[in-house]
């Protein structure tokens, strides 16, 4: 794992490395060589344990030394095996600070999974219908993760943040500032990253515990203050354009502002940590869909007449 990663250039992004690492460590899944024995199918699932058990064991260390290796030469920090899984997660990424690994505890805990729906879960589940390993199903899910629209956006709020700061000259802007660039950003057709969701319809529950803990650790944080200001003037906008079916903040508003308070600036490593979490609640779902023998997933198809009557307006015709 550590070579396959070493054999990428330092300057592929965060996710391409973790997604390689994952990769690498499936020539040791139990899943695959079980299935290539002729495992009983009621054995599934308890192959997808033991692989999902290794994964997620192992997921923080190929996080810390990608981290390590980007972004501090490589001074890679062994485990410490006395410490808890996130907490061992905060000092191999090599930040001992305890309020930091309270952090990391509670992000690791919310970015799990929270209905199964998103592109990771429901990518990660479909790979798996193919029977294919928990090392290949979650490489598959991380793939999707890694786009803007997903687990991506961690990083594009900090980075939106950052240009709105260099572009009005200022560190803090004032609420009427952020309001002219949010109406810019929408005016040149995109996005503000970290808003809307495809199916929440109010605050991210998960926004407002990061919230609270940057009110319990470090309200003054300039940054916080901007996620805050940002909180405060962007759902009335989107409500104003009629159409946004929800205008409230989705968790990557603010995680990103609370690793800037650690020193954690390297923003294109975000999804990564997202990714490490994630593993948790894919990979029980996977050892579900397994236990429950689940059949492969597949769209449904149809033919160019079908096509053609929906076209026609006859689509009572596609029946179930
Ligand atoms: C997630 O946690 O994956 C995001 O909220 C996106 C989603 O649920 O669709």
Redesign the pocket.
Known sequence: MFAAIDALPVTAHPMTMFVTGIMALQTESNFARRYAEGMNKKDYWDAVFDDSMDLIARLPRVAAYIYRRKYHNNQHIQPNGLLDWAGNLAHMLGYEDESFKELMRLYMTI?A???G?????HTTHLVGSALSDPYLSLAAGMNGLAGPL??LANQEVVKWITEMQKELKTEVPTKAQIEGYVKKTLGEGKVVPGYG????RKT?PRFSAQQDFAKRHFPEDPLVQIVWNVYDVVPPILESLGKVKNPWP??DAHSGALLVHYGMVEYEFYTVLFGVSRALGVLASLIWDRALGFALERPKSVTTDLVKAWIDGKDEIWGD
């Not at 969701?197 to 929440?200: E, F, I, R, S, T």
Request: charged share 15%; hydrophobic share 35%.
């Open positions: 970015h999974d929270h209905e729906g998103n592109v990771s879960a997903h687990g969701h495809a199916v929440l991210d989705n968790v």
